[in-house]
């Protein structure tokens, strides 16, 4: 049986299971929880792969057609909630938008850089606007191959071919491994005790670049890095906060991506910074190399909803790539770490609402045949206060409090 039949019987089996958890008093599959999510891209003929713990309540769901994305997951089961942002409105309408598709999900995969003169998103000489500005398809509406499955992972691959702005033609192999982790490993990956009172479904991806053609990638050409993207659900009492290093004698925090963030809206203090998360003011930052740590979180105060990203960091110099829009002093300036919360646009228009935590590996300055990975590990931990806040002192050294207090 191919890979893609496989999928199909998947996605008809889980649509019974979710329908007939539905059919109860409790209806657990009400919209907001893991099983109406999953009964919803049934619904639509959208095949799913999904990984879970063997008790049920961790699980996670990947989808090929999304480029191998997570599109979301739950540490409850069916009954618990969905954590990833999912827009429901434009899958449903079946509609493909030649510029971009924001279907949502909670860890995509896409490659940087966005803007400048080795950008992705734009055609040489065009003025780097929005109206001209396209994510590539491979990136945005492509299949991509599953080569590899078992019952706690699934690998993707994908070869890419794409010319950047500066006209350099890139052949780039892609392979993205999604694993989930069990209590001890993701435990062994954070480096502290999850008490097994608190709810936890973690997962990890690694997503390597491999250079397909025949001339180096370089500062001359422009190199891709891998972007991972995580959308999620913003809520008025949801905090994003992010450890910085204080010592770092540049710019520390680049807080001017759609005109500077108020300060009612970002605190920098005591090496962290903390960014309200209410999908009511568009607004993004970033971290460059030397500032930021390779951890981040949020923290959902009335859910008592801890995510955590953690990911590959690489010590010493390392070109990142710049994705701001149009000229550039330097193409590998970039940022290491982005948060951004969705708002009304110009035009009052909203896309979401949703916040993003992103991360990008350095440019991948690789020669014929060598490889990039960029390793990045989610958790969502769901529990009381008291051992939430241990959790969150323990990793970041701040007070449950101080987050949840930043902005009331």
């Not at 390779?294 to 110099?317: A, H």
């Not at 790539?321 to 970039?334: L, S």
């Amino acid at each position: 049986m191919n890979d893609i039949m496989k999928i199909r019987l998947f996605t008809i089996a889980s649509a019974a299971v979710a329908m007939s958890a539905c059919a109860g008093a409790d209806n657990r599959c009400e919209m907001g929880t893991y099983g109406y999510d999953r009964a919803f891209f049934a619904k639509h003929g959208i095949g799913t792969v999904e990984l879970q713990s063997p008790d049920g309540n961790a699980k996670i769901m990947v989808i090929p057609a999304y480029q191998g994305r997570v599109m979301t997951s739950t540490a409850g089961g069916d009954a618990g909630d969905s954590y990833g942002w999912i827009n429901y409105g434009l899958i449903e309408s079946g509609l493909i938008n030649p510029q971009f598709n924001p279907t949502g999900g909670e860890e995509r995969f896409w490659l940087g850089p966005e803007g400048g003169p080795n950008s992705w998103y734009f055609k040489r000489g065009d003025e780097q606007v929005y109206a001209n500005w396209k994510v590539p398809a491979a990136i945005d509406t492509e299949t991509y191959d599953i080569v590899a499955q078992d019952e706690r992972s699934v690998r993707f691959a994908k070869r890419i071919e794409l010319t950047n702005a500066s006209d350099f033609r890139f052949s780039i192999g892609v392979e993205r491994t999604v694993e989930l982790l069990d209590r001890a490993r993701a435990a062994e990956v954070l480096g502290v005790a999850i008490p097994e009172e608190v709810k936890l479904v973690a997962y990890g991806s690694d997503n390597v670049l491999t250079n397909c053609g025949d001339e180096a990638w370089t500062r001359r050409t422009g190199m891709p890095s891998v972007w991972l993207l995580g959308m999620f659900n913003p809520t008025p009492t949801t905090t994003v906060f992010i450890p910085y290093d204080e010592t770092f004698e540049g710019r520390k925090v680049n807080d001017e991506y759609f005109g500077k963030i108020p300060a009612d809206r970002l605190v920098m203090a005591d090496g962290m910074l903390y960014f309200k998360i209410d999908g009511e003011y568009r607004s993004k930052l970033g971290l460059p190399a030397g500032s930021a740590r390779d951890i981040c979180g949020s923290y959902d105060s009335e859910k008592g909803v801890l995510t955590i990203l953690k990911y590959t960091l690489p010590q010493g110099e390392a070109d990142y790539v710049n994705g701001q829009w149009g000229d550039q002093e330097d193409p590998f300036a970039g940022d290491v770490i982005n948060s951004y919360n969705d708002g009304p646009t110009e035009d009052g228009t909203v896309m979401g609402p949703f916040y993003e935590i992103e991360t990008s590996s350095p440019g991948a300055a690789l020669a014929p045949g060598e490889s990039l990975s960029h390793v990045q590990y989610t958790f969502h931990l769901q529990g009381d206060e008291a051992r939430i806040g241990a959790l969150i002192e323990a990793l970041f050294g701040v007070k449950l409090d101080r987050i949840a207090g930043c902005f009331r």
